[in-house]
């Protein structure tokens, strides 16, 4: 069976500060994709980012970067002198051939970006 | 326009009622999804479909059914409502032909049951 879990449950910064949300992952598959999404306040989910299994690189889009170690299974999101505009509800998801591409969640993060 | 859309956005309904929530794509994918969101739980799967003869349980079906009436359209009925079936719903396609596994929401569907 799939796992996704993100520990922390609600985060609050203030605006400026550097912010990581965490992601642990599980899947005996070894071919697999991972996903962030962001769930702003008025409820659509927004895409953010696809990895493979094989890419570990990490990847930077902005103020958003993605740090991927399959070693501690493990896909963490950082934002960059935050926003608040980054208040929103994070989700991490897994995905994988044997999972019928549907999506396993974590239960999300809820980011707090006070002024 | 977009890509998949759900009907209706929000939805006040009794216990006890049939409701059904419609869910349609114009991106051609064969491959359609209906999740439930509930707060502090994330999304989980109520249902599946791959293609107009495939239909498969999820995570949560028990109390939900499914219809797929065309490629384009994937509907999810609650036969019976009750309140703890009150949640966001969403709707999902995705195109595994693009190796790339990535899922297409719709807007979503605030269902409230009372």
């Known amino acids: 069976a799939q796992k996704v879990t993100q520990a922390q449950t609600e985060i609050s910064v203030v605006e400026k500060e550097d912010v990581t949300l965490d992601c642990v992952y599980e899947?005996?598959?070894?071919?697999?994709?991972l996903f962030w999404y962001k769930q702003p306040p008025s409820g659509e989910l927004v895409f953010l980012i696809r990895?493979?299994?094989?890419?570990?690189q990490n990847e930077i889009s902005g103020r958003y970067s993605w740090n991927f170690q399959k070693s501690t299974s493990s896909f963490n999101f950082t934002i960059t002198a935050s926003q608040v505009v980054d208040s929103a509800v994070y989700f991490c998801?897994?995905?994988?051939?044997?999972?019928?591409?549907?999506?396993?969640f974590g239960k999300g993060t809820m980011l707090l970006v006070s002024p | 326009d977009a890509d998949v859309t759900q009907t209706p956005r929000n939805r006040i309904t009794k216990t006890g009622k049939r409701i059904m929530l419609e869910c349609s794509q114009t991106?051609?994918?064969?491959?359609m999804y209906w999740y439930r969101q509930d707060p502090g739980l994330g999304l989980r799967l109520i249902y599946y479909?791959?293609?107009?003869?495939?239909?498969n349980k999820g995570e949560i079906s028990d109390g939900y059914s499914v219809s797929r009436q065309a490629q384009a359209k994937f509907s999810l009925s609650l036969e019976s409502a009750i309140p703890n079936q009150t949640a966001l719903y969403f709707c999902?396609?995705?195109?595994?032909?693009?190796?790339?596994?990535?899922?297409?929401f719709g807007q979503g569907t605030r269902l409230t049951v009372v």
């Open positions: 899947t005996r598959d070894t071919t697999y994709y």
């Open positions: 990895r493979n299994s094989f890419d570990e």
């Open positions: 991106k051609g994918h064969d491959r």
């Open positions: 479909s791959f293609d107009v003869k495939d239909i």
């Open positions: 999902a396609t995705s195109d595994p032909g693009t190796g790339k596994d990535e899922a297409f």
């Open positions: 998801a897994l995905t994988s051939n044997s999972g019928y591409s549907t999506l396993t």
